[in-house]
């Protein structure tokens, strides 16, 4: 669904499977915002317009100049072409990491806590998620070019510091920054932010209790 507004604004936001992790879609208001937490939030170049989505699960993306805002829900909305020249895989394969990720997601908020204090499920998660916000297309060669390096920077990240980002979650650390390539991140408890040339990134995973 993509909703437009004067000035160029353009939301773009995949809802699939919302029943099932608990999101609701994502919501446009004059500022102030609603009294909802806001996760997964643009930031627009001119106000009063804003998005976010709610809950969990979800990521949103700001192109560069702000005025564009796509939003992802359980990492759904990859477009099949980017995932196998950015990603370099099938792309129903890939399609299957979505839904695996999905369903350890529902397993979750069904009760079982073990599965969202892994390292290894968090680095997939991770990827599903922002891949589902900024593999989006269409995309001209330099935006291709742009996306596999933020690609790379995220990738590199979750290798080093899955582990600690899992600590993050878990309480047993502080929120970090730090900066990995040509992106900077910002890690909190069950949130990911991201800044880099291909465009601004807000993640929410799991929310911390």
């Avoid at 700001?62 to 895989?89: H, N, Q, Y």
Wanted: proline share 6%.
């Amino acid at each position: 669904m993509t909703i437009r507004f004067k000035h160029g604004v353009t939301l773009a936001c995949s809802a699939l499977l919302l029943s099932a992790i608990g999101s609701t879609p994502a919501i446009l208001t004059p500022a102030p915002a609603a009294a909802q937490v806001a996760l997964c939030k643009c930031k627009f170049a001119k106000p009063p317009w804003e998005a976010f989505g709610t809950k969990a699960f979800c990521a949103a993306k700001m192109r560069p100049g702000l005025t564009t805002c796509e939003i992802a829900f359980a990492g759904f909305g990859a477009d099949p072409k980017l995932v196998a020249s950015v990603v370099g895989r099938d792309p129903v394969e890939y399609q299957q990491d979505v839904l695996d990720v999905l369903k350890a997601f529902e397993q979750y908020v069904a009760g079982n806590r073990a599965v969202g204090f892994t390292p290894s499920f968090l680095s997939k998660a991770l990827l599903v998620l922002m891949r589902g916000a900024y593999l989006r297309g269409p995309q001209d060669d330099k935006e291709i070019e742009q996306t596999k390096l933020l690609d790379a920077a995220i990738r590199g990240f979750l290798e080093k510091y899955s582990a600690q980002v899992t600590d993050v979650f878990l309480g047993k650390s502080p929120p970090f920054s730090t900066e990995v390539a040509d992106a900077k991140l910002q890690i909190g408890r069950g949130t990911v932010n991201v800044e880099h040339a291909a465009g601004t990134i807000a993640t929410i995973y799991i929310p911390a209790e």
